[in-house]
């Protein structure tokens, strides 16, 4: 019985486990390309690209997407979990490259401001120009940098987007990555391991890499348009290609036909090796079953005072300070329950296991003291030594069996 006890309550704190793992609310991807915000073409830029292009030429047996039988609606159910190395590699990683240097002089490297987090990195990086800092100084300047470069995540910068489908445990275990990837001393304990939503993996790349260049929503393309320069909005990515076709075109690239008439050309769009067949189905998964609203739901939504921007980045909040209060979190009814159950099913065991015992030492006592009394009223009244006219017990007994005795056989005047 116990051991079964024991069993049910692993298992109701392992699954609460899991679905709390499960509760980052995914939300539709909104607002116009990266790209456009800045006012900025495709051609004279380095944001989104890896450098490598799809073939000119249809390959043969390319086969089909191993996910292409189960249904979306299943898929939507796994789950995975991440690191920070993959957080980098769906969010940041189009932009800053695998080493995080960035494409000087546009897009600048993230190893200087992460080292600048580092304390001791500080310090060291003074000492190498003959400045000695106090650890409270450097303590502090650390500090500092370390806002800085968490508000950068939160409302982004003149070049950069803000990235506010991040959660707060996904942006620490973003930053312990980036303390590793900048070699500061004592990342490794930092690496935090997150179990999410395939679906919630989608949405990381949809907003994060390929929104800059793709906007939400729009007209879909014709050929002559794909020629002229026109990308497809995000919107109708699955309708213009099946599963299979969408993952071989994010990861190994495919033609697309251009022009008038039209044609199979490589295309423009770069191959994004660093992402898995698994992550490309992701994609294809978030924009199905999260399709981008329409402009015109967005912008009642939005209301009068809303502005456009990616991703939704009019409903950024500024980096909470130290004395402001959690802003709330949506939370699940399953998750809300849980804790309060696992507490009462830990207790309500230990209750059970505890009760014969404490029958037990309870029915021990009463035998005790049940012989104590029959043998104190037995026996003759223990010696004593008078002072002031007043008897007391001599300090040779046991203070427990004083005790006692003063409860079954007071002093006699």
């Known amino acids: 019985m116990y ?37 900025r073409s495709f051609g004279e830029t380095s944001m989104g690209k890896t450098g490598r292009l799809g ?60 080292r600048s987090t580092s304390a001791a990195l500080i310090m060291e990086r003074m000492k190498t120009v003959g400045m000695d800092v106090e650890p409270a100084t450097a ?8 806002k800085a470069l968490l508000l950068r995540l939160h409302k982004g910068g003149q070049d950069m987007p803000p990235f506010p489908h991040l959660s707060e445990i996904e942006i620490r275990a973003l930053m312990g990555y980036l303390k590793q990837l900048a070699g500061v001393p004592g990342a490794e304990r930092d690496q ?50 099946s599963l299979s076709d969408f993952v071989r075109k994010v990861t190994q690239g495919a033609p697309v036909l251009m022009g008038s008439p039209a044609l199979l050309c490589r295309g423009r769009m770069p191959v ?27 912008a009642v939504g939005m209301g ?54 404490a029958t037990k030492i309870h029915s021990n006592h009463e035998i005790r003291y049940g012989q104590r009394s029959t043998t104190v009223q037995d026996q003759p009244p223990p010696a004593t030594a008078g002072l002031g006219g007043k008897k007391l017990f001599p300090a040779l007994l046991d203070p427990s069996d004083r005790a006692m005795d003063l409860v079954l056989q007071p002093p006699r005047r």
């Open 55 to 114: 073939p000119s030429e249809i390959r043969p047996d390319v086969g089909t997407s191993r996910w292409e039988s189960q249904p979306l609606a299943v898929l939507a159910t796994h789950t995975v979990t991440v690191h920070g190395a993959d957080l980098y590699r769906m969010n940041c990683q189009g932009c800053h490259g695998e080493s995080g240097l960035g494409a000087p002089p546009e897009i600048n490297s993230v190893i200087n401001p992460v």
């Open 304 to 357: 009068s005072g809303g502005q456009s921007g990616p991703s939704g980045a009019s409903n950024i909040r500024r980096l909470p300070n130290a004395g402001d209060r959690e802003d709330a979190q949506p939370v699940s009814l399953v998750r809300f329950a849980f804790f309060p159950t696992v507490l009462f099913l830990v207790l309500g065991g230990v209750v059970v296991k505890c009760m014969p015992l």
């Open 192 to 241: 935090v391991p997150l179990r999410v939503s395939r679906i919630r993996i989608g949405e990381h790349i949809a907003k994060s890499t390929c929104q800059i260049c793709h906007a939400a929503t729009g007209a879909n393309p014709n050929p002559e348009q794909l020629l002229q320069g026109a990308i497809p909005p995000l919107s109708t990515l699955t309708a213009r290609a």
């Open 3 to 39: 051991k079964l006890l024991r069993s049910v309550v692993a298992g109701v704190f392992l699954a609460g486990y899991w679905l709390t793992a499960q509760n980052l609310a995914v939300t539709d991807v909104q607002g116009e390309s990266w790209l456009n915000h800045l006012a």
């Open 272 to 298: 994004f090796g660093y992402l898995s067949e698994d992550e490309a189905t992701d994609v294809y998964l978030y924009l199905t079953l999260h399709p981008p609203p329409s402009p015109a739901i967005v």
């Open 139 to 146: 303590s502090e300047m650390a500090l500092q940098s370390r």
